[in-house]
């Protein structure tokens, strides 16, 4: 008997995925949840356990090849028993099965001609082999993989290919080590220096699975919401000593909240009071969700991420911040899994480490509402009778103008910014 491989949708936003590596090469034995290959969605690496116990039979489709989910790219050799298991309610093809697989009697010759991997476009087909690490160093150094030798299984471009190219040509841009005067002969103070003209230099680097679906949502997003951004100033400075006096309490290796983590407490400390931004909207109904879950967005080398923190309403500052830094690590190292990206209420992303003061976030759909933080930074304003040197930030919210309106939108940011500016308030 036979088991069919199938690609697992893996992923809410797209219908594709790109198979990054095999982990088992054709009459490996292989076991029922043991990781058998590998494959890069549009938000992350993720391992794919085999679906059933028994030898690897065939491979449909090469690393490097992107395949529509529910595909077919493999099958499992596997005895009767195997075949009897593979039939139980928990086996492969039903509904509770890791993902679905259906039985085949065994064909007679594992040459037959493989049927196509996927429905997809030409220029699909001739994609470049590499794995996801060495896409994002390529794409990083501004290096087009064509260039590249591979060494990698089936020619795979690894990441140590791209590094053994950027060595070449970092040798290669060294100047020649000059033979002594005496030998060669000094040139005369008179002769001019001549220098080859410049030439206009270009690449082109094809985007990535990640960079194609950010692409693909935010034209999306664009053209089914209507976004509106509301932005305040508000007084940081009573927040910014508050943290430094908790810093202060904490030991040498205790995880120090940051402020994010702040933010992300005193949104979910208010969006209960204004429930409709704790919401999802189809374009005909609002969701309206009694826990709060916060994507937050990450930069990352392969794209920008939003893993999502789960039940940040019942969390203390630093079993938060502890959440924070295992998923934007994971998202760093691209090891999250598919439901850590699904599943947000409310998103907030900051780019005030980068450097900017204020700007315009975009709607993360169907979430109804996004916070922007700016930097903290210096000002002098009026305090009182006196003027004295304060810590200010912009707070930058972006709504669906469809599903709600902006004085509901301008009351929660009201709200926040009044935790911002008296944060001994959010313990009353």
């Known amino acids: 008997m036979a088991i069919d491989i199938v690609v697992p949708p893996l992923s809410q936003t797209s219908d594709t995925l790109v198979l990054t590596a095999w982990l088992k090469k054709v009459g490996d034995r292989v076991s029922q949840g043991e990781a058998l290959f590998e494959v890069e969605t549009d938000k992350a690496t993720l391992e794919v356990e085999s679906p059933a116990t028994g030898t690897l039979r065939e491979v449909l489709v090469e690393p490097g090849t992107e395949v529509a989910v529910k595909t077919k790219i493999g099958s499992i050799a596997v005895p009767e028993a195997g075949a009897i ?9 039903s509904p509770d099965a890791p993902y679905p697989a259906k039985a085949e009697p065994s064909a007679t010759s594992s040459t037959a001609p493989r049927p196509p991997a996927a429905m997809l476009p030409a220029e699909r087909a001739e994609r470049i082999l590499a794995s996801p690490r060495a896409r994002g160093l390529a794409e990083k150094e501004g290096l087009p993989l064509q260039a590249i030798k ?10 140590r290919d791209v590094r053994a190219h950027l060595a070449e040509l970092n040798a290669a841009s060294q100047p020649p080590v000059s033979a002594p005067a005496s030998q060669v002969g000094e040139r005369p103070a008179s002769e001019p220096i001549i220098k080859p003209p410049l030439a206009d230099v270009s690449r082109r680097v094809p ?8 692409s693909r949502r935010l034209q999306a997003g664009q053209q089914t919401t209507t976004p509106v951004t509301l ?16 810093l202060l309490d904490l030991a040498d290796q205790d995880l120090r909240p940051s402020y994010t983590d702040f933010l992300v407490s005193i949104i979910a400390r208010c969006l209960p009071r204004h429930p409709t931004f704790n919401a999802t909207f189809d374009g005909e109904q ?9 994507g937050l967005a990450v930069d990352t080398d392969r794209g920008l991420l939003v893993p999502v923190l789960r039940h940040v309403e019942g969390q203390g500052l ?3 911040a502890r959440q924070r830094s295992t998923l934007v690590r994971r998202a760093l190292d691209g090891t999250l899994a598919a439901d850590e990206l699904s599943g947000g209420t409310f998103t907030l992303t900051n780019l005030g480490a980068l450097g900017v003061d204020a700007f315009t976030p975009l709607l993360n759909p169907p979430q109804v509402a996004i916070l ?6 210096p000002v002098v304003g009026p305090v009182g009778n006196t003027i004295s040197l304060r810590q200010a ?3 930058s919210l972006t709504f669906d103008h469809r599903a709600v309106d902006g004085a509901p939108a301008a009351r929660l940011l009201v709200d926040i910014a009044k935790l911002v500016e008296r944060p001994d308030r959010f313990w009353l």
């Open 231 to 246: 932005t305040r100033d508000v007084d940081a400075t009573e927040l910014v000593a508050l943290r430094e006096r908790i």
């Open 393 to 395: 930030m912009f707070l």
């Open 207 to 214: 985007l990535t699975a990640t960079r194609r679906t950010i």
């Open 150 to 159: 591979a060494s990698g299984p089936r020619g795979l471009i690894v990441e």
């Open 286 to 294: 609002l969701e309206i969700y009694d826990a709060v879950h916060m």
């Open 318 to 320: 630093i079993a938060l």
């Open 85 to 93: 298991a593979a039939s139980s309610p928990l086996a492969p093809g």
């Open 372 to 377: 922007g933080l700016g930097r903290i930074r």
